[in-house]
């Protein structure tokens, strides 16, 4: 399912992570080659990307929604 981001957090290794609006978070790294993300490294990319969709895999599996710190 299709969800905006909706803010953002780091987790305690300091990679960041999308907050979705349907409560979800999901991991947004840029570590090439295989996860091509870099607007996630500047604050400027990642307040662009704000309202962007993401395939959020856990509403597919009904998942609760994640704690946020
Ligand atoms: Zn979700």
């Known amino acids: 399912m299709q969800q905006p ?3 953002y957090h780091t987790d305690e290794e300091g990679h960041w992570v999308a907050q979705l609006a349907c409560g979800h978070n999901q991991h947004v ?3 090439p080659p295989w996860q091509e993300r870099p ?3 500047t604050p400027e990319g990642r307040a662009s ?3 962007s969709q993401l395939e959020c895999k856990k509403c597919d599996q009904s998942a609760p929604r994640d704690e946020r710190p």
């Open 29 to 31: 790294r840029h570590n």
């Open 5 to 7: 981001i909706s803010g």
């Open 39 to 41: 607007w996630v490294i």
């Open 49 to 51: 990307m704000l309202g």
